[in-house]
């Protein structure tokens, strides 16, 4: 095979599963985050908090991502309730990304949403993070404008 031949060929996604994270996590969690100083108590705080649910897309390789979910139940002018699950992060180990290891992810991510019968699923990506912005939208999701922020 010529260097051309292998530079064009696609790298094959790893095998993965995607399961639910614990405390048993913590370390490996630490390891997929850009800030090491402030890794821990980012990962405490996510794994203590009975809102948010962790899954990780496990390989032989150990743990290649997470992502963080948030379930928020909404109240309806109706009268009724609604739930929205909103992604509070995602990350892939730098260094396996570009591989679909985050569209699998997402997919098991949404899939979990479903099966608890969320109504939406929800990201916020800064305007800053325009390769996160085409993560989610080529996954399908799509802009929507009717959320108010103040600076706190
Ligand atoms: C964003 C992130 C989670 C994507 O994970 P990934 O495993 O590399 O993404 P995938 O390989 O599953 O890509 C799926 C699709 O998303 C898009 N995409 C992914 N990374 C992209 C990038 N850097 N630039 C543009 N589009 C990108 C592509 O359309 C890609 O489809 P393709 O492979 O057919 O081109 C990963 O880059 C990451 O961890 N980034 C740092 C943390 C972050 O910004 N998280 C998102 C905000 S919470």
Redesign the pocket.
Known sequence: MSIADAEIKPVAPPAIRVRLAGPRDSDALCDLLDDPKHAREQVMTWLANPAMTLLVAQSELGVL?VAVLVTRIVPRPEGSIHKVVE?D????RAD?????????LLAAAVEWSRQRRAVQVE?F?GDV?R??K??YE??GFAKSSDRLVLAA
């Open positions: 991502g992604v992060n995602l990350v892939v396996q990304r570009g591989r679909r290891i985050g569209r699998r990201a990506v993070n390769d996160a085409r993560f080529s996954f």
